[in-house]
């Protein structure tokens, strides 16, 4: 009957036909079908504005699984919705792991996020305190992650239960789920992540190209690239001598590979044939392109800058490749570094540094790279004459351009434990690795340098002494 809504053939007779046996059915016993399917059949019908006989009453569902099928497949906007939502909360601390981890897969599968009752999990399986097998924990890492739910309690257990089940993985479908879910999930524990690492050194060998490639790259993006350095060299060895037939998996995996510091000159070159570019680039637009085009152009400066200084292949511009004025660039890559939920917190810094700094005079404006990196600023401060030095004056001034960076929540690991420490993920270690090829000496801020209780002085006063920190280190090498 689903099938039938779905394909708009209500109108139909075999569709009179199953509802008049379903009607026949309920006649004689209201509970011999399942309450989860009919809540899917109503919800579909539902949605397409059509007859359905009403079965059961609100009151009558009342098991945890039929609940949670009303959660996902029936509309937000409709009254029903909340008051299952209050249903669920009053049977969560009776529910079974299987059920819990199941209403978490089922919320994630319809994006649904109501927050009390996200909570409510996490207290039951904080107070259950059971270790979950390999299955559960990666539909419960898999679900949490697909909800960017960041409870650290719930993350803990995640990162505890893969250092728990390491020995029981057989397959790399399992470490790849649990990777990108970590990942995602910005989880930074070290105990964990050595654990993740051993195991795939150890089974480096028996992986397909593209399974090591997975693993790799959401190893880098981790930040944990030094960890698995045998498996790195081992996939640069691979991609040598084969090939992975998608674009944007071979770019993933090189861009990978420098993230770990383990891409050859030989690999690097391979995103920058035009044929490459223009392959990975099709049917991309706005946003997505400028995250492609800036990776490729990171890429290139890896080449030139590291690996090979005397490459004088083929190589890409962005400002060419977008078909964008540079300010419009400029806004785009601002809005993709921060999103919408972080600008706010970006323009205030950028509001304090020009206070101090005055932006056009002193400091070049926020701007995207001809490396595909965004900087807040680029700043040279004559430490000992105790001056910003001016633009005008830049370039006969002897003393470190210094490259301040806003970091955005994105860019670091959320501890889950007082114990845990906050590290910098994969893409902002690389670019950091970049700058400092240009000869610059990045000077990393965060919300954290900016309570809220503080004074605009010391504000003010957190801003220059980390710059002439950044400075004097220069100096005294």
């Not at 059971?130 to 909800?147: G, T």
């Not at 290139?300 to 078909?323: C, E, H, R, T, W």
């Not at 999103?339 to 932006?359: C, D, I, M, Q, T």
């Amino acid at each position: 009957m689903c099938a039938l809504v779905i394909l708009e053939l209500t109108e139909e007779s075999v569709f009179e036909t199953l509802v008049d046996v379903l009607k026949q059915q309920f006649s004689t016993n209201v509970f011999s079908v399942s309450v989860s399917p009919l809540v899917r059949l109503a919800a579909l019908v539902s949605s397409k504005k059509s007859a359905y006989p009403k079965i059961y009453s609100i009151s009558e569902i009342t098991e945890p699984k039929d609940i949670v099928s009303v959660i996902v497949c029936w509309s937000k906007s409709d009254n029903w919705f909340n008051i299952f939502v209050e249903k669920a909360k009053s049977c969560i601390s009776s529910m079974s792991s299987n059920e819990l981890i199941g209403m978490m897969s089922s919320l994630a599968n319809s994006s649904s996020r109501p927050p009390y009752v996200l909570r409510l999990i996490c207290n039951a399986f904080e107070q259950r305190k059971k270790d979950l097998a390999v299955d559960q924990l990666m539909l419960l890492a898999q679900s949490a992650a697909k909800l960017r739910f960041m409870d650290n309690r719930l993350r803990q257990i995640i990162a505890d239960g893969t250092f728990a089940n390491i020995s029981r993985f057989t397959k790399w479908s399992q470490i790849n789920t649990v990777v990108n879910s970590m990942t995602k999930l910005h989880i930074g524990n070290l105990r964990t992540w050595n654990a993740i690492a051993a195991w795939i050194n150890n089974n480096q060998m028996n992986a397909a190209l593209v399974e090591l490639s997975y693993a790799v790259h959401w190893c880098a993006i981790a930040g944990k690239g030094d960890l698995i350095q045998e498996a790195s060299v081992f996939l640069c060895e691979k991609l040598t001598s084969s090939k992975i037939d998608s674009p944007k998996t071979w770019l993933s995996a090189v861009y990978a590979l420098a993230t770990c510091d383990r891409l050859s000159p030989e690999l690097a070159q391979t995103v920058l044939q035009p044929a490459f570019v223009a392959n990975v680039l099709g049917g991309l637009s706005g946003f997505r392109k400028l995250m492609t085009v800036t990776t490729i152009a990171q890429m290139q400066y890896f080449l030139k800058g590291i690996l090979n200084k005397a490459y004088q292949g083929p190589s890409v511009d962005i400002l060419d490749l977008m078909q964008f004025p540079s300010t419009t660039l400029n806004d785009m890559a601002f809005k993709l570094r921060y999103g919408k939920n972080e600008e706010g917190n970006a323009r205030y810094f950028h509001s304090l540094l020009h206070k101090f700094v005055p932006v056009n005079s002193h400091a070049f404006p926020p701007a995207l790279t001809e490396d595909g990196i965004f900087v807040n600023a680029v700043i040279k401060l004559d430490v000992r004459g105790d001056r910003f030095v001016p633009l005008s004056h830049f370039e006969e001034t002897k003393v470190p351009r210094l490259a301040v960076i806003y970091l955005s929540w994105k860019d670091r690991t959320l501890p889950c434990t007082d114990d845990d420490k906050s590290t910098l993920m994969g893409p902002p270690l690389l670019n950091i690795r970049l700058l400092k090829a240009r000869g610059f000496i990045p000077v990393l801020f965060s919300q954290e340098d900016f309570d809220s209780n503080s004074s605009l002085k010391h504000q003010f006063t957190r801003i220059k002494t980390k710059l002439e920190e950044a400075s004097d280190d220069k100096g005294n090498r």
